[in-house]
C-alpha cells in the first residue's frame, strides 16, 4: 500500500517555466488537496477536490491550476513559475469512509529562480 | 489575527519530561487534526478528534469544543519525539485551516 505518492520530490524551475507536480494515492479516497508550506506562515490550501471531475480553489489558487479525471491522481500545474512559488508542496487525501484521518505525500521542494 | 494559535512556538525538554502544546481557534469546527512533522519534511496524522479525549501510547489529545481550544500532551518525552507539531481544524466539508505548529526538541 503506497498511500500517497509525490513526484518530483526535488525541481529547480526557471521563471516563466511551467511544470507539473504529480499526486497519486491508492485508497480510493474522495477527498484530494494540494498545500504549500512557506516558513512562519504553516501549510495553505492551495486546490482541493471531494472527488472525480470536481475542484475548487483554496485560500492561495493563484498561478496553479488542477484537474481530477480520476479518483487516484490529482496533479498541480504552475503555469508561469514566479519566485514567490519557491515552496514546499504537500498533496494529502482523506476520506468519511476511513475516519477522515489524513494521509500525506512526502513533499515536493520547488525552487523559482 | 490567524484563525489557529499554537502555543509555544518552540519548546526544548529533557527527556522524560511531560510536555503539553495548546492549540486555540476562531473557527467552527467538525474536528481537529494534530499532525507531527519531523525533520525531513514528512507530515503524519497523529489523531483526529471532535469531543473529548484520545489517546494513543504516550500520547494524549483533548479538546473543548466550546472554550475552542486543543492540547497535546507527551508523557514521558524521548528525543525520538523530536519533530514540529501542528494543530489543523477541520472546517466545512474535509477542509483544513493550519496552525504555524510548535518545534519540540528533546534532549537526551
Known amino acids: 500500500n503506497a498511500g500517497v505518492t509525490q513526484t518530483p520530490k526535488f525541481q529547480v524551475l526557471k521563471t516563466g517555466q511551467?511544470?507539473?507536480?504529480?499526486?497519486?494515492q491508492d485508497m480510493n479516497h474522495e477527498y484530494m488537496?494540494?498545500?504549500?508550506?512557506?516558513?512562519?506562515?504553516?501549510?495553505?490550501?492551495?486546490?482541493?477536490?471531494?472527488?472525480?471531475?470536481?475542484?475548487?480553489?483554496?485560500?492561495?489558487?493563484?498561478g496553479y491550476n488542477?484537474?481530477?479525471s480520476t479518483t487516484e491522481d490529482f496533479p498541480l500545474r504552475l503555469l508561469s513559475?514566479?519566485?514567490?512559488?519557491?515552496?514546499?508542496y504537500f498533496c494529502a487525501s482523506s476520506s468519511p469512509w476511513t475516519g477522515n484521518t489524513i494521509y500525506f505525500g512526502e513533499g515536493s521542494w520547488l525552487t523559482v529562480v | 489575527k490567524n484563525e489557529v494559535?499554537?502555543?509555544p512556538q518552540n519548546l526544548?525538554?529533557?527527556?522524560?519530561?511531560f510536555i503539553t502544546i495548546n492549540c486555540s481557534y476562531s473557527v467552527g469546527i467538525s474536528a481537529l487534526h494534530w499532525l507531527q512533522q519531523h525533520p525531513g519534511g514528512g507530515i503524519v496524522s497523529l489523531f483526529m478528534l471532535?469531543?473529548?479525549?484520545k489517546k494513543h501510547g504516550r500520547l494524549i489529545a483533548t479538546i473543548n469544543i466550546q472554550e475552542k481550544h486543543s492540547s497535546l500532551h507527551i508523557t514521558a518525552s524521548?528525543?525520538?519525539d523530536s519533530a514540529v507539531y501542528i494543530c489543523a481544524p477541520q472546517t466545512s466539508g474535509s477542509r483544513l485551516t493550519f496552525g504555524e505548529g510548535t518545534q519540540l526538541t528533546v534532549n537526551p
Open chain 1, 81 to 88: 513559475a514566479a519566485p514567490s512559488q519557491t515552496s514546499v
Open chain 2, 5 to 7: 494559535e499554537q502555543s
Open chain 1, 66 to 68: 488542477v484537474s481530477r
Open chain 2, 50 to 53: 471532535s469531543s473529548g479525549k
Open chain 1, 18 to 24: 511551467s511544470m507539473t507536480l504529480q499526486c497519486a
Open chain 1, 33 to 62: 488537496s494540494w498545500y504549500r508550506q512557506d516558513p512562519g506562515m504553516g501549510l495553505r490550501l492551495i486546490h482541493y477536490s471531494v472527488g472525480a471531475g470536481i475542484t475548487d480553489q483554496g485560500e492561495v489558487p493563484n
Open chain 2, 78 to 80: 524521548h528525543p525520538r
Open chain 2, 12 to 17: 526544548t525538554a529533557q527527556e522524560g519530561e
